[in-house]
């Protein structure tokens, strides 16, 4: 069973979107989970990460803009993306870390343009 990601789409730079991503209890309930993403012609790069006990972490470059949470009652992890910019249109995706390669999914595609 995948990984699925969901609620992306076309948003304007500034505005805001708010991504979720469903896994099965016991991965979740047992890992520590991130988001990823990747632009056309660039590598996946790592988004954010929350740990089992709630502690999160973010790249500098989206630190302050991106906020990851988790909610055991419903196995999923959220990322809330706020004042989005065009260099962060990519397809995101949701995974373990480590990441446990056999469940990366289609991610779910943001687009920040006017």
């Known amino acids: 069973v995948q990984l699925q990601a969901s609620g992306g789409g076309l948003v304007q730079p500034g505005g805001s979107l708010r991504l979720s991503c469903v896994a099965s209890?016991?991965?979740?309930?047992?890992?520590?989970m991130a988001w990823y993403r990747q632009a056309p012609g660039k590598q996946r790069e790592l988004v954010a990460v929350?740990?089992?006990?709630?502690?999160?972490n973010y790249p500098d470059y989206v630190k302050g803009r991106f906020t990851i949470s988790r909610d055991y009652a419903k196995n999923t992890v959220y990322l809330q993306m706020n004042n989005l910019k065009p260099e962060d249109t990519a397809v995101y995706y949701c995974?373990?870390?480590?990441?446990?390669?056999?469940?990366w999914g289609p991610g779910t595609l943001v687009t920040v343009s006017s």
């Open positions: 995974n373990s870390v480590p990441v446990a390669i056999s469940l």
């Open positions: 929350i740990t089992v006990g709630g502690q999160s």
């Open positions: 209890g016991t991965f979740f309930s047992t890992r520590n």
